[in-house]
């Protein structure tokens, strides 16, 4: 595991990990992996969202073809 905070990602580094548990005001939390396209089924979203929706809290980390690191928080359950 690379984060104590983050365990099972495959990508955030420490200071990554750092930041975004500034960022979320959650300082001793430990987040649950729901979905990760290295482990799971990514080629569809309803896969993420069958495993993911029932999470309050959600951080979502992506990187792309290029080698860029992006993301979003949600810190309320979405609705659709």
Do not use: I
């Amino acid at each position: 595991w690379r984060l104590a905070a983050f365990p099972g990602s495959q990508l955030l580094t420490d200071e990554m990990g750092a930041q975004l548990t500034r960022w979320t005001s959650h300082p001793h939390s430990q987040w649950t992996l729901c979905f990760s396209s290295f482990r799971d089924n990514a080629s569809t979203p309803s896969t993420f969202h069958k495993q993911c929706d029932s999470f309050n809290t959600t951080v979502v980390v992506a990187r792309n073809s290029l080698g860029y690191t992006f993301g979003g928080y949600v810190r309320c359950r979405r609705q659709y």
